[in-house]
């Protein structure tokens, strides 16, 4: 009987390892790696996005960029060189849903306050009213950690067009030259600066998916 199991045991092993790749292959199969998608302006909805990038339907990225943050800083793309970030559009005299949309991005830096790979960015809409000034006191407000989460004003134009050609987070207002309706969009980029997710900035339970999608995305 000894023997017997030692003239086999050779191929009793090769055996027990191709089982195990099978079975790992099959699990795979059964239950495939979570992928986000990658969205471009053709796959948004017409109303948020700038007739001139509308067509598009790969490589969209989000432009360079130059803005001020609560702490009279230039922020830069290069500040978020290689890093995921959550960018939202809202105003600090906003009564309705950007007290809303602020708290949940407090949240957000809460769940993720000791990840280096994610970064936050809030982009004024009303830029003539939101000073430096006025930025560091909602920040202050809000409990805005400066190493995770910038809030940034600058020139209206330019902030204009990241929310309408890059983010796809807002609605134009045709009357009035750069000037728009923000959403309450929360907007996931990652390190390659694409877009990969969309979620109500105002839902708990988006909130919640997002958190989830980053680590997702991380995984990737």
């Not at 099959?26 to 948020?48: F, N, R």
């Not at 990225?61 to 793309?77: K, R, V």
């Not at 009564?95 to 004024?124: A, G, N, R």
């Amino acid at each position: 009987m000894l023997k017997f199991f030692a003239k086999y045991k050779f191929f009793g092993i090769v055996l027990l390892v191709l089982s195990a790749i099978i079975i790992t292959i099959m699990y795979q199969a059964l239950d495939p790696k979570k992928v986000l998608p990658i969205y471009q302006p053709d796959d948004v909805t017409s109303e948020l996005v700038d007739s001139t990038v509308q067509h598009i339907r790969k490589y969209h990225t989000i432009a360079d960029f130059s803005l001020t943050n609560q702490n009279g800083e230039i922020i830069t793309q290069e500040d978020y060189k290689q890093k995921i970030y959550v960018a939202d559009f809202f105003f600090t005299t906003c009564q309705t849903i950007c007290p809303i949309m602020t708290d949940h991005m407090v949240e957000i830096q809460k769940q993720l306050k000791d990840d280096q790979e994610v970064l936050l960015l809030s982009h004024s809409v009303t830029p003539e009213i939101d000073s430096v000034a006025q930025l560091k006191k909602y920040a202050v407000e809000k409990g805005v950690d400066d190493s995770k989460w910038n809030l940034v004003t600058g020139d209206k134009k330019e902030i204009y067009e990241l929310a309408r050609k890059s983010y796809l987070a807002a609605k134009d207002v045709p009357y009035s030259e750069y000037d728009l309706i923000h959403t309450e969009n929360f907007v996931l980029v990652d390190k390659k600066r694409r877009i990969r997710g969309f979620y109500d900035g105002t839902n708990p339970e988006d909130i919640s998916k997002l958190l989830e999608d980053i680590k997702v995305l991380k995984s990737e």
